[in-house]
């Protein structure tokens, strides 16, 4: 099932719109598939490349994709365990400022991302549809448990599309 508006914050349609599958584990594993084969792609001597000053490297963008799928996931187990503390935001220039990818490469980075896919793709075929349509607080205001998943799916999207347009081009 897809998420409905009004079952998340407006925020989440910059990037669920993105999303065509329809059912959340196959959203995520097929997302996984189109990235990897992206991310496979992108030469070695473009992986610490910024698009502008200020910008992050493609490797800090890839790392900021895997920081956020933790932090959405842990998100989402929360709303499906029915905790009713609104879990704190997270300050993702300061992640990227303190992620440490000079000393990494583009294959060790993959490598942590189709784990922590694994893990989120394990973790929502775990939930119920039932438990799928619970709901919690975030900082941006009440979101699915769905609507988190396919907010991953869509924010992996959104930032390939940039890498794509702004980085490779």
Not at 32 to 45: D, G, H, N, R, Y
Not at 71 to 89: G, H, T, V
Not at 115 to 141: C, D, E, P, W, Y
Request: glycine share 4%.
């Amino acid at each position: 099932m897809r998420p409905h508006k009004g079952t998340y914050p407006a925020y989440y349609d910059n990037y669920i719109p993105l999303v065509k599958q329809e059912e959340i584990v196959l959203a995520l594993t097929q997302n996984w598939k189109e990235l990897k084969e992206f991310i496979s792609t992108i030469p070695e001597e473009k992986e610490n490349f910024a698009y502008a000053e200020g910008k992050w490297t493609i490797k800090q963008v890839l790392v900021h994709l895997i920081d956020t799928e933790r932090i959405f996931s842990y998100r989402a187990l929360r709303f499906a365990r029915k905790d009713e503390q609104q879990p704190l935001p997270f300050e993702e220039n300061d992640y990227a400022a303190n992620a440490e990818v000079s000393n990494r490469t583009l294959e060790d980075i993959l490598e942590e991302f189709e784990n922590v896919r694994k893990a989120s793709i394990s973790l929502f075929k775990s939930f119920s549809q039932a438990t799928l349509l619970l709901s919690g607080r975030t900082a941006m205001g009440p979101a699915t448990v769905v609507s988190i998943g396919f907010t991953i799916c869509g924010h992996a999207t959104h930032h390939a599309n940039v890498i794509k347009e702004r980085y490779l081009n």
